[in-house]
């Protein structure tokens, strides 16, 4: 004997409950992704804001002194974009090192620390003469290369270092700092990538300026290095 099976109706409260609930998910699918723009902007804006009370380690060192000062126009690099910098100038015994601080915590179209454009000179007014990798020692056991550069406008010449340091670490190659910034990204890591750009004035061939920038330098890495 084959035996009819009886399909009972859902209740009007039950299919209500269920039209209802797919309605609100509906919804707020809309609302998280019109807000979602909203909601990066926030977290954007918000890790910035913090992010300028964080120390550039800009610190008074081995008879270094720092002084926040502006610097005419044709002496500042050409950096674009950055989420906060700090200027200014080291001085002892009566040198002055220019000193350029700049930080990315953010991304967004026209904001990465390693660009194109993003120079730690400004092309229209000086020329480079030369340039190497440093390397400077940081211990028995490490040492990091770094940029140096020396520019020329007419009878003028600046020597220039700079290196990055990427949520806490330093190098002086943008591929690295490229290379770690995506791995930062991957990880769900926000990002707080700094750029130091270091200068003195060497007309005058002056192997002491050369000497003082260069140990100012080592000193800036290891205070970061810890």
């Not at 109706?9 to 807000?35: D, H, N, Q, W, Y």
């Not at 990465?112 to 454009?117: F, L, S």
């Not at 060497?202 to 300026?209: A, H, L, T, V, Y």
């Amino acid at each position: 004997m084959i035996r009819k099976m009886s399909v009972r109706p859902e209740s009007p409260e039950i299919s209500g409950c269920k039209t209802g609930r797919f309605m609100l998910m509906a919804v707020l699918a809309i609302l998280f992704a019109a807000s979602g723009p909203v909601i990066s902007s926030y977290i954007n804006d918000r890790y910035s804001k913090e992010s300028q009370n964080v120390s550039l380690n800009l610190k008074d060192m081995g008879g270094w002194k720092f002084h926040t000062s502006d610097h005419d126009e044709i002496l500042k690099p050409n950096i674009q974009n950055p989420n906060y910098s700090v200027e200014g100038q080291y001085r002892k015994n009566g040198i002055k090192v220019d000193v350029f601080a700049y930080a990315y915590t953010s991304v967004g179209e026209g904001r990465e620390i390693i660009a194109y454009n993003n120079l730690p000179y400004k092309p229209k007014i000086w020329k480079i003469a030369s340039q190497i990798m440093n390397s400077v020692k940081i211990d028995e056991n490490k040492s990091i290369s770094i940029p140096e550069l020396t520019v020329k406008n007419g009878e003028k010449l600046r020597l220039i270092s700079l290196f990055y340091v990427v949520n806490g670490r330093v190098t002086g190659n943008k591929y690295t700092v490229k290379y770690r910034e995506g791995l930062e990204k991957l990880l769900g890591e926000h990002m707080d990538s700094r750029l130091y750009i270091v200068a003195i004035d060497i007309s005058g061939q002056d192997k002491k300026n050369r000497e003082e920038l260069r140990g100012l330098v080592t000193r800036m890495i290891k205070s970061h290095e810890g």
